[in-house]
Structures are given as C-alpha cells and as structure tokens.
C-alpha cells in the first residue's frame, strides 16, 4: 500500500484468538466451564485426552491503570502453534499497516469445526 496510494488492505482473522471482553462475559465464562466440566463424557474426554481435550479459557484477571483487564483464550489446542502465529502476524501487519496511515478492514470470521 506504500507504493500503491489509495489502495486498502483487508484481513479475514480467525475467532481462535485471545480476547479481552467484558467482565459479564468473563464471568459466565467461568460459570459455564464449572457447568460443563461436571458432566460425565467431559469427564471421560477429560481422562482419556490427559486433560487436552477440555481447557478452561477464563483466564485470571489482569490488573492495570485504568482497573482490571479480562481475557477469553479462544485459541483451539487442535490447530496448534504455527496456525496462530500466522494469525498473530496478520494482526500485526494490520496494525501496522494502519498505523502508517493506510485503511485497513480486519474482519473475523465464523468459527468452524476443524
């Protein structure tokens, strides 16, 4: 877009992501998760995946300045580290890329079976 004045640039992202949400949201998280992890093929998967398959993603708190920050970690255990690096990069260009004044859509998409 530096060579090309007046283009944009678009990224489809990934909903397998850390978030920072609300601290609604990060509660029912947790509430959810205690819920669910109770029931018996949650147990099961639990035992026989040596605890991989089912991760609780309420993540603590983290304080900061302007008072507490709460995240969801969305990220999928399945589609492994070289997946969100990708996705982390396109993040980071995105940003980048709108930091040098270029517009930029960074959309996410639907979350899919994988």
Known sequence: SEKRKGTSLVYLCTPTDLHLVPKEAHDAAEREYKDYSKRLYCIV????????????????????????????????????????????????????ARSKGCHVSSKIAPATST
């Open 45 to 96: 998967m639990n035992l026989l995946s040596r605890g991989k398959c089912l991760r609780k993603n309420a993540r603590k708190p983290v304080p900061g300045e302007g008072g507490d920050y709460y995240m969801i970690n969305g990220v999928s255990v399945a589609q492994g580290p070289n997946y969100i690096l990708a996705k982390r990069l396109q993040h980071w260009r995105a940003i980048v």
